[in-house]
């Protein structure tokens, strides 16, 4: 399925490609302790995440705002439905419902081409994003009480 290029207002999402991938490593390297990755993310292993996510029918878009890649937000189809999933929005940009907007925008689009679930998950202790999720209509309906750490 092709990655649709959608817009409200000036936020627009378009998919993630290789001229993506300096915005991408700023967002990702910003977001680690997030992904429980204590590696520095590097251009050569963000375009080989792009071409194996692409490969194994992932969607990846950024978030922009004005021209400006102001974000990133993926889903991942499976037997399950669509997970919804590795959603940053630089820091200049956060709380100004940039991602409440996109989110919604995500799930619009794939309501119409998924059908089944479209799910996420989010550490208990991650506050701010269950918020998010909640106000975007996500429930809970299952709680994971470990989440593993590839550091430890």
Do not use: C
Not at 58 to 72: C, M, Q, R, S
């Amino acid at each position: 399925m092709m990655v649709p290029e959608l817009g409200v207002d000036e936020l627009r999402l378009r998919e993630a490609g290789p001229p993506d991938v300096p915005h991408l490593v700023l967002l990702r390297n910003g977001a680690r302790e997030w992904f429980f990755d204590p590696n520095e993310v590097t251009s050569e292993g963000t375009l080989a995440w792009l071409d194996r996510s692409k490969a194994a029918g992932e969607l990846n878009w950024v978030v922009e705002a004005k021209g400006e890649v102001i974000g990133t937000i993926s889903a991942i189809p499976s037997d399950r439905g669509v997970e919804v999933g590795r959603m940053i929005v630089a820091p200049a940009h956060q709380g100004r419902g940039v991602m409440k907007r996109a989110l919604r925008m995500v799930v619009e689009a794939l309501a119409d081409h998924f059908p089944g679930p479209i799910f996420l998950e989010v550490r208990p202790d991650n506050g701010k994003a269950r918020n998010l999720y909640e106000n975007v209509g996500f429930t809970v309906t299952r709680l994971r009480m470990e989440w593993h750490d590839p550091a430890v």
